[in-house]
Structures are given as structure tokens and as C-alpha cells.
């Protein structure tokens, strides 16, 4: 079992939609929680944390976490094209982070 | 400020040589990570160097990686007798305390 696990995709998203993304992790112990976009040719860019159970919400970006589900997603609400990236969650365990795979979005015009 | 920086951006080498790898981290930033990242492939984690404690080396695939950080400065990656399976882009990251990673651009390296 991957201590991270995303769907890869592609997740195809209209223009203007809100695009879903979700990540499980296995470590319980886990307490900081990332999420990062990586265009084609690019390298990781930081784009939300979060640390604590809820919601968190910057600009069109909300992260969720549930601690008890072991599960914590990304929402991207009215997807421009230039949202089209993979998007990697990255959970901390075992004193480093553990990245998923990603999950390759398309926002089609 | 300035973010992490990696030289060279890119090094195209024959099989058997030795290749270097540098990364320059954010200023302040106690940890060091470096990654490697094939073709379509997600992040696998090479080594990581937190302040003056012992590297954690696990993720090294050979022994013909190695890696070294002089205090909380610079880190060199160095493959030994470059393979073609070692073509892929390497990346460095920093972090403060907070455990938010900080990537470089990144070297793509080609073995020939």
C-alpha cells in the first residue's frame, strides 16, 4: 500500500467548474499536509498547506482535511485553463514528506 | 526573496562519467531534500539533510549516489559511472521548520 494515494486522471474540467481533487494517506501520525502544482517541464510550486481538521481557503483554492477519514482534498473553484497541471498532495510521515503520484488536470475551454 | 537554486540546468553526459549536481538553498532553511523525477513519472526521494544531524540516505538507489551539505549551505548530488536509467530531472528542495518544501528548477540530466 502507498503511504500517499491520489487518482492519476486525467481529470477533465469545463471552463468555469470546480474541479475535485483527492488524496489518502496511510500514516495516522501524519500533521502537515500540502498540496502542489507542477505544470509540464516544471518543477513542484507550493500552493496550499494545511494543518488542522476543516477547510482552508486561498483565493480560488480550498483544502480540505479530515484526520479521522485519513483523507484530504483540493478544490479549485472556477477552473481557468491555466489551472491545467498535475497536482501533487504531499503528507508528512516519518519525518520527511511522502508525495502522491498526482492527479493530471485539464480544464477545457 | 531569492528561491532555491540548481546549477547546472541542464548536463548531457556519457555513460560512465561522473556528473555533479548542485543546489543552493533558500537562506535560513535548516533541510535539504533531493528528488529525482523520470519522464511521466511522480517524485522518488533520494536524501535529506536536516541541520547538522546524520543525512537520511534511504532513498539512494546505488551506492554510486552519494550526496554532501557543508552546514546549512550548499549540497552537492554526485552519480558515479552515470547509467542511461539515471537520465531524469533532479531536484533540490529546502525547508524551514514548517515542513513546507521549496523546489528548484531543477537539472535535467541526459546520459548518452
Known amino acids: 500500500q502507498k503511504e500517499v494515494e491520489q487518482n492519476s486522471g486525467p481529470l477533465s474540467v469545463p471552463e468555469g467548474a470546480i474541479a475535485s481533487l483527492n488524496c489518502t494517506y496511510s500514516d495516522r501520525g501524519s500533521q502537515s499536509f500540502f498540496w502542489y502544482r507542477q505544470y509540464s517541464g516544471k518543477s513542484p510550486e507550493l500552493i496550499m498547506s494545511?494543518?488542522?481538521?476543516g477547510d482552508k481557503e486561498d483565493g480560488r483554492f480550498t483544502a480540505q482535511l479530515n484526520k479521522a477519514s485519513q483523507y484530504v482534498s483540493l478544490l479549485i473553484r472556477d477552473s481557468q485553463p491555466s489551472d491545467s497541471a498535475t497536482y501533487l498532495c504531499a503528507v508528512n510521515g516519518w519525518g520527511k514528506l511522502q508525495f502522491g503520484a498526482g492527479t493530471q488536470v485539464v480544464v477545457t475551454p | 526573496g531569492a528561491g532555491v537554486s540548481q546549477s547546472p540546468s541542464n548536463k548531457v553526459t556519457e555513460k560512465g562519467k561522473d556528473v555533479e549536481l548542485r543546489c543552493d538553498p533558500i537562506s535560513g532553511h535548516t533541510a535539504l531534500y533531493w528528488y529525482r523525477q523520470r519522464l511521466g513519472q511522480g517524485l522518488e526521494f533520494l536524501i535529506y539533510?536536516?541541520?547538522?544531524?546524520?543525512?537520511?540516505k534511504s532513498g539512494l538507489p546505488s551506492d554510486r549516489f552519494s550526496a554532501e551539505r557543508t552546514g546549512e549551505s550548499v549540497s552537492t548530488l554526485t552519480i558515479q559511472r552515470t547509467q542511461q536509467e539515471d537520465s531524469a530531472v533532479y531536484l533540490c528542495?529546502?525547508?524551514?521548520?514548517?515542513?513546507?518544501?521549496?523546489f528548484g528548477p531543477g537539472t535535467r540530466l541526459t546520459v548518452t
Open positions: 494545511i494543518y488542522s481538521n
Open positions: 528542495a529546502s525547508s524551514s521548520h514548517f515542513d513546507e518544501q521549496y
Open positions: 539533510f536536516q541541520g547538522n544531524s546524520a543525512p537520511d
